[in-house]
């Protein structure tokens, strides 16, 4: 039927000579057209908003300025405070002077963990058992110019050890040796073989995924190449530490000591930091500085090669949270090569003063 009156429709349109909008047409045809022509409507009073929108002058949103704490975090400002130019704080005789025009002051180890004690004594902030953080600055610069030292990781070794977390550390022992496979299991090894475990690792029997660390002897390096594809960053290398000729003793070492890693600033390429619990309070203060002790010269050993003795530590600091406070320490008490290297400073600065007197 609907087609028959399209037929009469054409032919009445044909007739009449109607065209464009005149033509008839059929009910249901207009029906059919008239979602589409709404469409068509809608859009065009939609353009026309938009038009009339960009025609009009947008409003300004008041300016807001940045809180002076907040604009600091947007400074770019070197990582390293020098204050060499500033006089110390035991030359000036008052109680009240201004920070700015002094150097910062530096105190012993054990008067700075007396001090981290007394904040948080249970009267204060009620956190005896707090730990005791060690921030060690370094000077990364290498002996060629515009050549720095890159990240490295390490484990420092605790005359007195203490609980950080309460996660018991996994170890794998490699070695051909029995006895050293026994005596690496003695030490607190969970894992120890030779040979015959790395077959079991390549075949699947064995699991390895799950251990912190991978340690081996000498005498098994030459059957280790096999393992560097599963093992990955595990994989043991004299570098790091994890191949000594001493098992027993790189078991020990790893299982209670404590791991650190330093960081640098991709800005200031020559400046990077460690950052390590050395304890907690309410250890003892001489316990506590021997702790110290051991970390700096752990951290001196990894200093660059080729560069001058007494630069690759440039400051020490103590911290202990929730406190905010940190405390410098003098911490060429602990490495003697920095405080030969002071004192030619020392010297020369004498010497420097005495020529521009005379």
């Given at each position: 039927?609907?087609?028959?009156?399209?037929?009469?429709?054409?032919?009445r349109?044909?007739?009449?000579?109607?065209?464009?909008?005149?033509?008839?047409?059929?009910?249901?045809?207009?029906?059919?057209?008239?979602?589409?022509?709404?469409?068509?409507?809608?859009?065009?009073?939609?353009?026309?908003?938009?038009?009339?929108?960009?025609?009009?002058?947008?409003?300004?949103?008041?300016?807001?300025?940045?809180?002076?704490?907040?604009?600091?975090?947007?400074?770019?400002?070197?990582?390293?405070?020098n204050?060499?130019?500033?006089?110390?704080?035991?030359?000036?005789?008052?109680?009240?002077?201004?920070?700015?025009?002094f150097?910062?002051?530096?105190?012993?180890?054990?008067?700075?963990?007396?001090?981290?004690?007394?904040?948080?004594?249970?009267?204060?902030?009620?956190?005896?058992?707090?730990?005791?953080?060690?921030?060690v600055?370094?000077?990364?610069?290498?002996?060629?110019?515009?050549?720095y030292?890159?990240?490295?990781?390490?484990?420092?070794?605790?005359p007195?050890?203490?609980?950080?977390?309460?996660?018991?550390?996994?170890?794998?022992?490699?070695?051909?040796?029995?006895?050293?496979?026994?005596?690496?299991?003695?030490?607190?090894?969970d894992?120890?073989?030779g040979?015959n475990?790395?077959?079991?690792?390549?075949?699947?029997?064995?699991?390895?995924?799950?251990?912190d660390?991978?340690?081996?002897?000498?005498?098994?390096?030459?059957?280790?190449?096999?393992?560097?594809?599963?093992l990955?960053?595990?994989?043991?290398?004299?570098?790091?530490?994890?191949?000594?000729?001493?098992?027993?003793?790189?078991?020990?070492?790893?299982?209670?000591?404590?791991?650190?890693?330093?960081s640098?600033?991709?800005?200031?390429?020559?400046?990077?930091?460690?950052?390590?619990p050395?304890?907690?309070?309410n250890?003892e203060?001489?316990?506590?500085?021997?702790?110290?002790?051991?970390?700096?010269q752990?951290?001196?050993?990894y200093?660059?090669?080729?560069?001058?003795?007494?630069?690759?530590?440039?400051?020490?600091?103590?911290?202990?949270?929730?406190?905010?406070?940190?405390?410098?320490?003098?911490?060429?008490?602990?490495?003697?090569?920095?405080?030969?290297?002071?004192?030619?400073?020392?010297?020369?600065?004498?010497?420097?003063?005495?020529?521009?007197?005379?």
């Amino acid at each position: 039927i609907s087609k028959q009156i399209r037929n009469i429709c054409a032919i009445r349109n044909t007739l009449c000579g109607t065209t464009g909008s005149q033509q008839y047409d059929s009910p249901m045809i207009q029906a059919r057209c008239y979602a589409t022509q709404r469409h068509r409507k809608l859009i065009l009073e939609a353009q026309k908003r938009n038009r009339q929108r960009k025609m009009q002058k947008p409003v300004e949103k008041p300016k807001k300025f940045l809180r002076a704490k907040n604009a600091d975090k947007l400074l770019l400002r070197p990582k390293r405070v020098n204050e060499d130019h500033l006089p110390e704080l035991s030359a000036n005789a008052d109680d009240v002077y201004l920070r700015m025009f002094f150097a910062k002051p530096c105190y012993p180890a054990a008067e700075v963990i007396e001090m981290h004690k007394e904040t948080h004594h249970p009267t204060i902030l009620n956190d005896p058992e707090a730990l005791l953080y060690a921030f060690v600055e370094l000077d990364l610069s290498l002996k060629k110019k515009n050549r720095y030292r890159e990240n490295f990781s390490g484990t420092v070794l605790y005359p007195h050890s203490f609980e950080i977390t309460k996660r018991q550390k996994r170890i794998m022992a490699l070695t051909k040796s029995a006895d050293a496979a026994r005596e690496a299991l003695e030490a607190g090894a969970d894992v120890a073989g030779g040979p015959n475990l790395i077959k079991q690792i390549l075949s699947g029997e064995a699991e390895y995924k799950s251990f912190d660390y991978v340690l081996a002897s000498v005498d098994i390096l030459d059957s280790l190449p096999q393992l560097r594809g599963l093992l990955k960053q595990k994989y043991p290398v004299a570098t790091n530490g994890t191949v000594g000729a001493d098992l027993p003793a790189l078991v020990t070492r790893f299982l209670h000591g404590v791991d650190f890693s330093s960081s640098s600033d991709p800005n200031e390429l020559d400046y990077g930091f460690v950052q390590v619990p050395t304890g907690r309070l309410n250890m003892e203060t001489d316990h506590l500085v021997e702790n110290i002790k051991a970390l700096l010269q752990t951290v001196e050993t990894y200093k660059p090669k080729g560069t001058n003795p007494g630069t690759f530590i440039s400051k020490v600091e103590l911290k202990s949270p929730p406190s905010t406070e940190y405390f410098k320490i003098k911490y060429d008490d602990f490495l003697p090569e920095y405080k030969d290297v002071k004192k030619e400073e020392q010297e020369s600065d004498r010497e420097e003063a005495a020529e521009q007197a005379g």
